[in-house]
């Protein structure tokens, strides 16, 4: 069936330094959201990407989608300790687009001050 | 309300006992989503609701589980005979309409723990 594999599963820098994740698909994705979940909370809506090769910008955090549209990541530059958390790559599952979501394992980041 | 209410936030019970996890999504949203969230795991789909049907019940792991939505608004996830297996975050969202998807609400979740 339609899998999302997101790498790393963990990532803990130092304030300051960048982080990026990255998010896979063997088949063709029609959108990808990103979320964000803080220890102990809810997923949080970040941003959808509908286009390929389409990127969007929100601050310090870029999203790019490939060109395939198979893959996409996540940057964010110059962390802070706000941004800790667990960031979860998904996609629409089938064809349509709804909010019927595969989610990824997602990557857990930590900052140290 | 203000957003997706989730209630109760913990739910503790017996092996084999019955329970109900309750969704009071967005006013207005039409589609409701329940998904389940084990530890260190993304959330996993379980059903959707577009008004009052269950327009894709596909995740529903087993006949234990089943979800009812009666008047397009308030759902109710039900699970029979619990498991230990069943111990998980149970979410819920909603979200404005179910086609030409742009952001899902989540709740806080019920953190169910079956013993």
């Known amino acids: 069936g339609q899998q999302v594999m997101q790498i790393p599963q963990y990532q803990h820098v130092q304030e300051g330094e960048d982080f990026t994740t990255y998010c896979n698909s063997s088949?063709?994705?029609?959108?990808i959201q990103w979320y964000k979940q803080r220890p102990g909370g809810h997923p949080v809506f970040l941003i959808q990407?509908?286009?390929?090769?389409e990127v969007k910008k929100q601050k310090r955090l870029t999203f790019q989608f490939g060109e395939a549209k198979k893959n996409s990541s996540l940057h964010i530059t110059a962390t802070q300790t706000t941004d800790v958390g667990t960031y979860f790559c998904?996609?629409?599952?089938?064809?349509?687009?709804?909010?019927?979501?595969?989610f990824g394992q997602g990557t857990t980041l930590q900052v140290k001050p | 309300g203000a957003g997706v209410s989730q209630t109760p936030s913990n739910k503790v019970t017996e092996k084999g006992k019955y329970v109900e996890l309750r969704c009071d999504p967005i006013?207005?949203?039409?589609?409701l989503y329940w998904y389940r969230q084990s530890l260190g795991q993304g959330p996993e789909f379980l059903i959707y609701f577009q008004g009052t049907g269950a327009a894709d019940d596909s995740g529903l792991p087993n006949d234990r589980f089943f979800a009812v939505r009666p008047e397009g608004s308030v759902s109710t996830l039900k699970i029979q005979r619990t498991e230990r297996g069943d111990s998980a975050v149970y979410l819920c969202?909603?979200?404005?309409?179910?086609?030409?998807?742009?952001?899902?609400?989540f709740g806080q979740g019920t953190r169910l723990t079956v013993v």
């Open positions: 969202a909603s979200s404005l309409e179910g086609q030409g998807f742009t952001e899902a609400f």
């Open positions: 006013s207005g949203h039409t589609a």
């Open positions: 998904a996609a629409s599952r089938g064809s349509g687009n709804t909010g019927k979501l595969i």
């Open positions: 088949t063709t994705l029609s959108n």
């Open positions: 990407l509908v286009k390929s090769g």
